[in-house]
């Protein structure tokens, strides 16, 4: 089940970044040892009463001459549509309504999206009020008067957003053929190894408007089985801007890796594996879907025995916080071992979605116990009591303990190797929640 994606758009200044940061306060997911990408603060997951959403700060304008400054603003509110179920549209009252508001407003009110008017800094509520209702102007619908530094009118605010959402029982939800993102740097071959998917098994192609989101998703069938590309149609498009800005690859990337069952991250042989990849791979990681490394172009480089070896173990090392990773090397140009893509994609979904009895599970910690002993701390050593899998998708584990703070990562992860040793979980990251039990409970 995708989260729902929530896009703060507007002028340079206005507050979104101090929104974005007052909304995702601690919620921001940081996973230490994923690189980069959460930090930058584009992307977080927000929690409001029951709704967990993916809010997104399509920000980062430079502020320049105000030709630039709208084009801009075009461009972000075009990422916003295409990606988000709700946009929520900022604009600044002390500086009231500009034009370029009003021709972003006209843009967002075509696309038929709902759009959240978001009136900032509106910190002394009677003394701007009047300020407020000129925004009414733009036609979009009632302004929601707010103060991001003062964290005043957020309630309101996202219990309209949340009011906003489609309903959970969407066409998507039902549909459960496997759905792949392919995502990478520029120029890695993307669309190439998508086109090569299309032709040369001649599959019926139909494109399947998604159903909140303007992504064009693309149907393939191999083997009598139905799988959905994401987004291909934007891919296999060459992008109109050339140098797309690296926010929005990463806005793209998350977007559509938030609807992917497996996300196939592709890098360049002929480049080798860099921190950029990493850092792809890790919005992957971070919200804990199937991953298949796919280094392309392999017929480009100058090979020996050794050569796969040495590269598995270089991408490896980069990627170093994704051990489970499936790798493989193909060549979209000639089509090597690209049907094998496939055989891949059913193995991490069926990885993905595997339920281990509980007996099983207490069975491999006794044993795995009794081989290493837990650590202890000040005389108190760790007891493990129990385990069980809560969820699939990635596969989830909660561990009873007696006390969280002795559950050491690295005695998570022996464990977490002790359950791989048994049943591979190849291509999927594993998820353990630390609960704590009194002893006399
Ligand atoms: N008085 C007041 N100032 C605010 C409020 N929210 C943000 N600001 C200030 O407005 C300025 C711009 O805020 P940012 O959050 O950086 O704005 P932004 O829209 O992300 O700007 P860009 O990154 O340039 O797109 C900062 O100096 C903030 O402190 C508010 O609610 N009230
Ligand atoms: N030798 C070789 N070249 C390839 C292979 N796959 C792609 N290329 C070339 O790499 C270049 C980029 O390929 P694209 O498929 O456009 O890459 P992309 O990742 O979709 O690029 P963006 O749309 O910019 O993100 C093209 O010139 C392709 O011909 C391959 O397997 N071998």
Redesign the pocket.
């Known amino acids: 089940m995708s989260k729902p994606i929530v896009a703060i758009v507007g002028r340079p200044n206005v507050g979104k970044s101090t929104l974005f940061n007052a909304l995702a306060g601690e919620n921001i997911s940081i996973v230490k040892d994923t690189p980069g990408v959460t930090r930058d603060r584009i992307y977080a997951d927000v929690e409001w009463l029951n709704h967990t959403f993916t809010l997104i700060d399509t920000g980062g304008i430079e502020p320049d001459s105000n030709d630039i400054i709208l084009s801009q603003m075009r461009e972000q509110a075009q990422i916003a549509i295409d990606t988000a179920d709700v946009i929520l549209f900022m604009v600044d009252v002390k500086q009231g309504l500009v034009d370029s508001d009003s021709k972003v407003a006209d843009m967002l009110r075509r696309s038929h999206k709902p759009v959240v008017l978001t009136v900032n800094k509106v910190d002394h509520h009677e003394k701007f009020l009047a300020d407020v209702y000129e925004f009414y102007n733009l036609g979009i619908g009632d302004p929601f008067p707010i103060s991001s530094v003062n964290k005043q009118g957020l309630g309101d605010l996202l219990d309209q957003v949340i009011s906003l959402f489609p309903e959970s029982v969407t066409e998507e939800e039902e549909d459960d053929r496997p759905k792949i993102a392919v995502v990478?740097k520029?120029?890695?071959?993307?669309?190439?190894i998508i086109n090569k998917l299309l032709g040369e098994n001649r599959v019926i192609v139909s494109n399947i408007a998604g159903t909140t989101r303007d992504a064009i998703d693309t149907e393939v069938q191999w083997d009598g089985k139905e799988y959905v590309f994401i987004d291909t149609a934007g891919?296999r498009r060459?992008?109109k801007i050339k140098e797309e800005l690296e926010r929005y690859s990463i806005i793209r990337t998350v977007t559509a890796v938030e609807r992917a069952d497996v996300v196939v991250v592709?890098i360049d042989a002929t480049e080798g594996v860099t921190e950029q990849d990493a850092k792809i791979a890790g919005i992957a990681h971070d919200r804990g879907k199937g991953i298949l490394v796919v280094v392309?172009?392999w017929?480009?480089i100058e090979k020996d025995d050794k050569t796969i070896y040495k590269y598995t173990n270089k991408v490896k090392e980069v990627l170093s916080f994704m051990p489970y990773a499936e790798i493989m090397f193909v060549?979209?140009?000639t089509g090597q071992r690209l049907p094998k893509l496939f055989e891949k994609i059913d193995m991490i979904i069926e990885n993905q979605t595997m339920r281990i009895a509980t007996g099983v599970l207490n069975e491999i910690m006794s044993e795995a116990i009794a081989l290493q002993q837990p650590p202890s701390d000040k005389g108190k050593r760790l007891k493990l009591y129990y385990i069980t899998q809560v969820a699939v998708k990635p596969p989830t584990f909660v561990i009873f303990v007696n006390d969280k703070k002795l559950m050491h990562f690295s005695y998570t992860r022996y464990l977490e190797n002790k359950i791989r040793d048994t049943f591979g979980f190849k291509g999927t990251s594993l998820k353990f929640i630390i609960r704590e039990r009194k002893d006399n409970e």
Not at 186 to 192: A, Q, R
């Open positions: 990478g520029p120029n890695v071959g993307k669309s190439s891919l060459k992008n592709v392309n172009k017929d480009a060549s979209a140009e």
